[in-house]
T-cell receptor, first 111, second 113 residues
Framework: GAGVSQSPSNKVTEKGKDVELRCDPI?????LYWYRQSLGQGLEFLIY????????KSGLPSDRFSAERTGGSVSTLTIQRTQQEDSAVYLC?????????FGAGSRLTVL | GENVEQHPSTLSVQEGDSAVIKCTYS??????FPWYKQELGKRPQLIID?????GEKKDQRIAVTLNKTAKHFSLHITETQPEDSAVYFC????????????FGTGTRLQVTL
């Protein structure tokens, strides 16, 4: 596609439920990032995929968070047993030559 | 990992004035220095970048200057307009390595009429 696509755009869930957020990067972009942005805050790094290399998971806040990237393309961020503090916008970005193109984000609200 | 700080955290200027935002980083090997702009409710977008073999780059009303010795680079906006109101993030990195991209803490610019 022409840009980075994320789904769902909005997700409201109950505390304790699992959620999956999807990112479809720009074709040909080998690097893919996930960031979390709480209201009025900065961009918190979560995880980074680069080609076939092992992902850099150093930003995942707890073992409830995991992500995978299948076939070097689509990525899924999974949050298990969601907590209220997980409420935020989750931004995905893909990169070519270190220039990041962001998706519109998935807004997660945990009640 | 890279430690990245931005100053100021908030900046309010009158329309037509200039604004300067500074980004300080820790990794002296960094060689690529971009600035991203995030308008309210929108996604961040690259507005200007510079590489370490260049000291300054200009694009219409915005410019970026680099001081590699002091490990900082700055975003300059001249003749500010209301549409410049946004949060600006820097993200220095060493290219060619499998390195995560760490963004600065962000600077909220408010341009008042």
């Amino acid at each position: 596609g022409a840009g980075v696509s994320q789904s769902p755009s909005n997700k409201v869930t109950e505390k304790g439920k699992d959620v999956e957020l999807r990112c479809d990067p720009i074709s040909g972009h080998t690097a893919l990032y996930w960031y979390r942005q709480s209201l009025g805050q900065g961009l918190e790094f979560l995880i980074y995929f680069q080609g076939n290399s092992a992902p850099d998971k150093s930003g995942l806040p707890s073992d409830r968070f995991s992500a995978e990237r299948t076939g070097g393309s689509v990525s899924t961020l999974t949050i298990q047993r969601t907590q209220q503090e997980d409420s935020a916008v989750y931004l995905c970005a893909s990169s070519r030559a270190n220039v990041l193109t962001f998706g519109a984000g998935s807004r997660l609200t945990v009640l | 990992g890279e430690n990245v700080e931005q100053h100021p955290s908030t900046l309010s200027v009158q329309e037509g004035d200039s604004a300067v935002i500074k980004c300080t980083y820790s990794d002296s090997a960094s060689n690529y220095f971009p600035w991203y702009k995030q308008e309210l409710g929108k996604r961040p977008q690259l507005i200007i970048d510079i590489r370490s073999n260049v000291g300054e780059k200009k694009d219409q009303r915005i410019a970026v200057t680099l001081n590699k010795t002091a490990k900082h680079f700055s975003l300059h906006i001249t003749e500010t307009q209301p549409e410049d109101s946004a949060v600006y993030f820097c993200a220095p990195i060493l290219t060619g390595t499998a390195s995560k991209l760490t963004f600065g803490t962000g600077t909220r610019l408010q341009v008042t009429l």
